[in-house]
């Protein structure tokens, strides 16, 4: 599957990039005015944290977002750290007592508030008392109407941000009205991105709920949950890489990075995921196939002995020697996201080191080559007797999983 997420810049008077817009994008890369904006909110965000590594579209600045009434009264806005995103409210949501409670309860929070598509009225004015930024239409308003907002708006103590400029004339003339904040074609029109992605099963999502919902959740369990998953494992690599307080850190072990997360973070990050994924039958038997690699290579390394290779990588690399394949992408630039050890890496790209010789048996055990296998097998002193009894194992093992 394949998710797509467009950003536009945003800069200040001296055209330096201060946040980004994010936005949906559908199948058809175009903007959709038919969208659901429930749907719309709920996929930007999720993907933009759980596919691409927020980081990765907005380089450590702001992601502004749009949210319908909706989605500001529930839960959504808890999931976001307010370090990072920028709560949009779009220009048609009812302004009432209740919403208003709701918007001071987010900015008692330290989220900042920014009022959309603004066109020179409102319904109730009382938001003023809460948004830290307004955003002016310049498609909607003249340079009368612009210049009025300005002088209004900037008597509250509110940014001002010019959206939709398009010209440098209107640019200057926004600078002059006191505007301190710019989006438009003017300076550049949303690029899209896109990355292809792996659905996890709807089974997967519940145990790992389940022992998020634990008094006392185990990280062993939780890590032995994700690793049996290909989408989940992927995912969770690739969120670690680009979590901002990983940067340069590279782990072995799941449980050493799930601990590391805390599970404040954990919940938030799968409660993302559950909210934009669906499940993909198409994608089950592949997964299985995966997991057994992940299973026997294992249990490969740990028939040579931890002391030469570690279990945790063998099964890394069994896990994901299929993931180019089922993303449809190059090896090379899947595994510069995620983070994994050099050795792991090497082994997935060909590497004749101990665990890509471990791959190297594993496939060609799965195909039926005997003899290629029985020379690796000999070098590493394994009975081929014993290996049978692995693969076996390692069968019966992802059948159990994919019940």
Do not use: C
Not at 110 to 128: C, M, P, R, T, W
């Amino acid at each position: 599957m394949k998710v797509h997420v467009a950003r536009q810049p945003i800069f200040d008077s001296n055209r330096e990039l201060r946040a980004y817009e994010l936005l949906y994008r559908d199948g058809g890369l175009a903007y959709n005015p038919n969208t659901d904006g429930n749907k719309a909110t709920q996929a930007v965000v999720a993907d933009a944290i759980t596919a691409f590594g927020l980081r990765n579209l907005t380089n450590g600045k702001h992601g502004f977002v749009n949210f319908t009434r909706p989605l500001l009264m529930g839960a959504l806005p808890s999931l976001l750290n307010p370090n990072e995103f920028v709560i949009e409210i779009l220009e048609d949501v009812e302004i009432d007592d209740e919403l208003l409670a709701q918007i001071e309860d987010l900015k008692r929070q330290k989220y900042i508030l920014a009022l959309d598509d603004y066109a020179g009225s409102v319904q109730n004015e009382e938001i003023f008392n809460y948004v830290n930024i307004v955003k002016v239409d310049f498609r909607l308003l003249d340079e009368k109407g612009r210049t009025e907002a300005a002088r209004t708006l900037l008597s509250r103590n509110i940014t001002l941000l010019a959206e939709k400029v398009e010209t440098e004339e209107e640019f200057r003339q926004a600078i002059a009205d006191g505007y301190t904040l710019f989006q438009g074609y003017y300076f550049a029109k949303p690029t899209v991105f896109s990355k292809a992605t792996l659905d996890v099963s709807s089974n997967t999502f519940l145990r790992v709920m389940r022992e998020l919902r634990r008094p006392e959740p185990d990280f062993r369990e939780l890590a032995s949950i994700i690793r049996n998953d290909i989408s989940l494992s992927f995912r969770f690599l690739n969120q670690i890489n680009s979590a901002a307080y990983y940067a340069g850190y590279r782990t072995n072990s799941l449980e050493e990075a799930l601990v590391r997360l805390g599970l404040k973070e954990i919940n938030r990050w799968v409660t993302l995921l559950f909210i934009r994924e669906t499940v993909n039958k198409e994608m089950e038997e592949l997964a299985r196939m995966a997991l057994v690699r992940g299973v026997f290579a294992e249990k490969l390394a740990q028939k040579i002995g931890p002391r030469q290779v570690s279990p945790e990588e063998a099964f890394n690399v069994g896990m994901f020697s299929m993931i180019d394949a089922v993303l449809d992408e190059n090896l090379t630039q899947i595994l510069e996201e995620l983070s994994m050890s050099s050795a792991v890496k090497e082994a997935l790209l060909g590497a004749d080191n101990l665990l890509g010789r471990i791959l190297r048996f594993t496939l060609l055990y799965e195909a039926g080559h005997w003899d290629d296998a029985f020379v690796i097998s000999a070098q590493e002193k394994i009975a081929m007797e014993e290996i049978a009894d692995y693969y076996v194992e390692a069968i019966a093992y992802a059948d159990a999983v994919f019940v």
